[in-house]
Every structure is written in C-alpha cells, then in structure tokens.
C-alpha cells in the first residue's frame, strides 16, 4: 500500500486551511490546534510561518482586503473608485463567514515601515489626485462603513430585524453614494 503524498505546508496551504476552517467553524472555533489537525500537521509547524495566532488573522484580513483592492481596476475618478472599492469590500466580506468580524478584529500584519505601508494604500487614490492624508482618512470612512454594513448583514438576526424597518439590500448603494458624495472636493494647491 502507497503512503500518501505529503504536501509541504507553506503560507498559502496554511491560508487556504485556515479560510476553509473559517467557512467550517467560525472565527470562534477558529483554532491553531484544529488548523493542524485539518492540515494534518503537529501545530508547531504552523509557528514555522506565522508567530501566532493573530498574526494568521491579520494575514487573512489582508487577503480578504486585497481582494477589494484587486477588484478595482479602472475608475474615472477618486470618488468613483471609493465607491467601487465599498461594493468590492462589501463582496469580499461577504465572501467568507465572519469576514467582517475578522476583519474588524485582526491586527495588522507588523510592516517594516508604516509610511510605506500607508502609501501603498492610499496609492490608487493618490493616481487619482487625493493627497496622501485625504486618501487614507476617505478610505478609512468607507472601509468602516461597509465593515459595519456588512457585520449587520452577516447576522442573521439583525439583518431579520433591519429588513423588517427597512429596504436592507437596497439602502446600501444610497449610504454608500451619501458617504462619498459627502467628502469636499480636494482644494487645488498653488
């Protein structure tokens, strides 16, 4: 009899193990030792490509926001991207069971350098014309918009209830337009 073929665990096989862990169980039961177990692995393996637990889930954070980021691909404007970036990041909560809630939760991964960091996200809205400061305080207002949107919208009780007072589904394009519309035009710098 053949033994099975190992795969060697890597950060995308551990990513992978542990959205699947996600989807199963929840962020609650989300654990390193249930992690190992489904990779079948000893969860000191894991400590090979993450420090900790928290450092998996900012790791996953990031994926789920890169993946908002990567369905932006073309905008006439900043406030056009802001408002396909809230859709993308409302789908990529969406996306994953607690995704909003990990999201929310997670610590970002360490960065060696802040700054770079922050350029780096505020960089499509910098392309579009937004100083830094603007890009990173507008993205962050709808970031968290659509973080609270899609909590509620995850949980089914709430989301019962919301439906109940009013058109759930259909407020969010009309919220997300009056956050946008809302911010001032950029001042031209002489």
């Not at 900012?58 to 926001?65: E, F, K, P, S, V």
């Not at 394009?173 to 001032?184: H, M, S, T, W």
Request: aromatic share 8%; proline share 6%; net charge neutral.
């Amino acid at each position: 009899m053949a033994s099975p073929i190992s795969v060697p665990l890597n950060i995308e096989r551990l990513l992978q193990a542990a959205f699947a862990q996600l989807e199963a169980d929840g962020l609650d039961a989300l654990s390193m030792r249930k992690l190992a177990a489904r990779l079948n692995v000893q969860a000191p393996a894991i400590y090979w490509h993450v420090k900790d637990k928290a450092e998996l889930l900012g790791l996953m954070a990031r994926r789920i926001h890169g993946r908002a980021y990567a369905d932006v691909t073309h905008a006439e404007d900043w406030r056009d991207w802001l408002r396909q970036f809230g859709r993308a990041l409302r789908r990529s909560f969406l996306a994953h069971r607690d995704g909003a809630l990990l999201c929310a939760v997670s610590r970002p991964p360490a960065e060696a350098d802040p700054a770079v960091h922050a350029h780096r996200i505020a960089a499509p809205l910098l392309a579009l014309g937004l100083p830094q400061q603007q890009a990173l305080a507008r993205q962050a207002a709808v970031i968290s918009f659509v973080l609270g949107w899609s909590a509620f919208e995850a949980n089914g009780p709430m989301h019962s209830f919301l439906d109940r007072i009013l058109d759930f589904e259909g407020s969010f394009e009309p919220g997300l337009d009056a956050l946008v519309a809302g911010f001032p035009e950029v001042a031209s710098q002489a």
